[in-house]
């Protein structure tokens, strides 16, 4: 089971999705994550992190952004810019359209190809929708059950 380490604002949030989506992840407060996901620029959370975790960071947070570039992390990045690994093509009122601009290497080493995704959010806002699903895809969930499932 993989491990997942949030920052304070989403660890509520990663816990109730992980369990919906029937992931093979739990949270945890190890520095030794398999996978850490972070809004917030927490120095302490950020340089007690294994060099081994992937990060899926909050890539319109620059402060992090530049902090994380300190660091050999895998780093994915989730974001409204242009150069985050994640964004949005479209947003309706219930459903968005995740945008991978880049490939991205899951917790098992498997490769998530650029795409688009459209998802149904539900109570999450749209930017934590983006956060959740970058946590599925690095858990090793498909593209194509997100869509399916329609959380």
Not at 54 to 62: L, P
């Amino acid at each position: 089971m993989l491990k997942v380490r949030c920052d304070k604002s989403l660890k509520n949030k990663a816990e109730k999705f992980l369990k919906e989506m029937n992931l093979s992840a739990e949270i945890t407060e190890d520095n030794a994550c398999d996978i850490c996901v972070m809004e917030e620029n927490d120095a302490s959370l950020i340089h007690n992190i294994a060099g081994s975790s992937i990060i899926i960071a909050n890539g319109d947070n620059h402060d992090l952004v530049m902090t994380l570039g300190q660091y050999h992390n895998n780093v994915i990045t989730c974001g409204l810019s242009g150069i985050c690994t994640i964004t949005l093509s479209s947003i309706m009122d219930e459903e968005l359209v995740v945008c991978i601009q880049r490939n991205i290497t899951d917790a098992c080493g498997n490769c998530v190809v650029p795409q688009e995704i459209p998802v149904v959010i539900g109570a999450l806002t749209p930017h934590d929708a983006m956060l959740m699903y970058a946590l599925a895809l690095v858990c090793g969930e498909k593209p194509d059950k997100l869509i399916l499932e329609g959380r």
